[in-house]
């Protein structure tokens, strides 16, 4: 029987699920609210993807600008603690790939642009025997086996199935812009962190500039609110001297408030929920969108196994296959990195000396560094 699939939401994660499901010749459709226009300042925003998810990627045909990331260096910027990966230490090619926001999204959109529908939007939907049946803000409806909701963070047709057990306010802000640092290998990495500060820097392609970084730079509200283009040379220099290089901001600056999430459910009959709709985490691992992109993948492999033996995809025994191989992972990772917030927030010097010995410690057990390079690349999961 013929089956089909409706997202609401055509950002990263939406249109990655429909290339995901055009692969397997499972028809889909994708509601888009907002239309797909640039700004001047859009090339400034960054995702890192993993090893794993750039090659999935690949695979389905998507091509566009990015730059390899081969070393990682973490720095504890009150101390002489650090610790460095290289993907040769996992005998992989490259730990992640760094892309252009605005470029990724161009790149996905046109490979599922005939199946977007932009400028509308789903505002309910009610569940029917043959599936779910999805009431947009232009009047019309559409019906569908499965409603998929990638909507981002505060989804409302999300919040209309399952309620936060987890959810956090970390009181901070990120700061991302784009720099120059001769200095630094272009295919390297670097996070420091600093007191209540977490600053890092990615290898970024854009225009013809070389050594250009991307950075995200974690902060507490009050800094970043008086943070401007004017000032901020003064608060990089703690920077640039834990680094021994010159950081020349080369962008405007945007902001984003940081907080976590996590739903109890990522589905009923006829709908589940994926990606940021259905969970956020800190930006200090640069996991959100490995995770959300990850959603993507099993549910597109649980779709196909549920087609493939003539059973209804919309069937809450088959979505719940879906949450059980997603969501325990999931919280482990939001959890696991709000525990790393905390601790490299803490003021105490005894802390301070634990983190650095410990830094110290993991950098010389060479197994311990492969296994966090591997769970990290999206190869192999703790």
């Given at each position: 029987?013929?089956?089909?699939?409706?997202i609401?939401?055509?950002?990263?994660?939406?249109?990655f699920?429909?290339?995901?499901l055009?692969?397997?010749?499972?028809?889909f459709k994708?509601?888009?609210?907002?239309?797909?226009?640039?700004?001047?300042?859009?090339?400034?925003?960054?995702?890192?993807?993993?090893?794993?998810?750039?090659?999935?990627?690949?695979?389905?045909?998507v091509?566009?600008?990015?730059?390899?990331?081969?070393?990682m260096?973490?720095f504890?910027?009150?101390?002489?603690g650090?610790?460095?990966?290289?993907?040769?230490?996992?005998n992989i090619?490259?730990?992640?790939?760094?892309?252009?926001?605005?470029?990724?999204?161009?790149?996905?959109?046109k490979?599922?642009?005939?199946?977007?529908?932009i400028?509308d939007?789903?505002?309910?939907?009610k569940?029917?025997?043959?599936?779910?049946?999805?009431?947009?803000?232009?009047?019309?409806?559409l019906e569908?086996?499965?409603?998929v909701?990638?909507?981002?963070?505060?989804?409302?047709?999300?919040?209309?199935?399952?309620?936060?057990?987890f959810?956090?306010?970390?009181?901070?802000?990120a700061k991302?812009?784009l720099?120059?640092?001769?200095?630094?290998?272009?295919?390297?990495a670097?996070?420091?962190?600093y007191?209540?500060e977490?600053?890092?820097?990615?290898?970024?392609?854009?225009?013809?500039?070389k050594?250009?970084?991307?950075?995200?730079?974690?902060m507490?509200?009050?800094?970043?609110?008086?943070?401007t283009?004017?000032?901020?040379?003064?608060?990089?220099?703690?920077?640039?001297?834990?680094?021994?290089?010159?950081?020349q901001?080369t962008?405007?600056?945007?902001?984003f408030?940081l907080?976590?999430?996590?739903?109890?459910?990522?589905?009923?009959?006829?709908?589940?929920?994926?990606a940021?709709?259905a969970?956020s985490?800190?930006?200090?691992a640069?996991?959100?969108?490995?995770?959300?992109i990850?959603?993507?993948?099993i549910?597109?492999?649980e779709?196909?196994?549920?087609?493939?033996?003539?059973?209804?995809?919309?069937?809450?025994a088959?979505?719940?296959?879906y949450?059980?191989?997603?969501?325990?992972?999931?919280?482990?990772?939001?959890?696991?990195?709000?525990?790393?917030f905390?601790?490299?927030?803490?003021?105490n010097?005894?802390?301070?000396?634990?983190?650095?010995?410990?830094?110290?410690?993991?950098?010389?057990?060479?197994?311990l560094?492969?296994?966090?390079?591997?769970?990290a690349?999206?190869?192999?999961k703790?």
């Open positions: 029987m013929s089956q089909s699939v409706l609401s939401g055509g950002g990263i994660v939406g249109s699920l429909g290339l995901e055009a692969a397997r010749e499972i028809p994708i509601i888009e609210k907002k239309p797909f226009a640039s700004s001047e300042n859009d090339h400034i925003r960054s995702l890192t993807l993993n090893l794993s998810a750039s090659e999935r990627l690949d695979y389905l045909g091509t566009t600008t990015s730059s390899l990331i081969q070393r260096k973490i504890d910027g009150s101390g002489s650090r610790l460095s990966f290289n993907c040769d230490e996992a090619d490259y730990l992640a790939k760094v892309f252009s926001f605005n470029d990724l999204r161009e790149a996905l959109i490979r599922v642009e005939s199946s977007i529908s400028g939007e789903i505002t309910s939907f569940t029917m025997k043959s599936g779910i049946q999805a009431c947009l803000s232009s009047g019309s409806t569908s086996n499965l409603l909701i990638a909507e981002g963070r505060n989804s409302t047709l999300a919040k209309s199935i399952a309620s936060e057990n959810s956090k306010d970390y009181e901070q802000t991302t812009f720099v120059e640092i001769p200095e630094l290998n272009a295919e390297e670097i996070q420091v962190f007191e209540k977490i600053f890092a820097l990615m290898p970024y392609k854009h225009g013809n500039k050594n250009q970084f991307s950075v995200v730079w974690s507490p509200k009050e800094l970043a609110h008086d943070l283009l004017d000032n901020i040379h003064t608060h990089l220099h703690k920077f640039e001297k834990k680094l021994s290089c010159k950081i901001a962008s405007e600056l945007l902001s408030p907080s976590a999430h996590h739903l109890d459910e990522y589905c009923d009959h006829g709908v589940c929920i994926i940021d709709a969970h985490i800190h930006p200090l640069g996991q959100g969108i490995n995770l959300g990850s959603d993507a993948i549910l597109a492999e779709i196909e196994r549920a087609i493939s033996t003539d059973k209804d995809i919309g069937q809450l088959f979505l719940k296959k949450e059980l191989r997603r969501k325990t992972l999931n919280a482990s990772m939001i959890r696991g990195v709000d525990f790393l905390n601790l490299f927030q803490q003021d010097p005894y802390f301070r000396l634990g983190r650095n010995s410990g830094l110290k410690m993991v950098d010389k057990i060479s197994f560094k492969k296994n966090f390079i591997l769970h690349s999206g190869i192999q703790i």
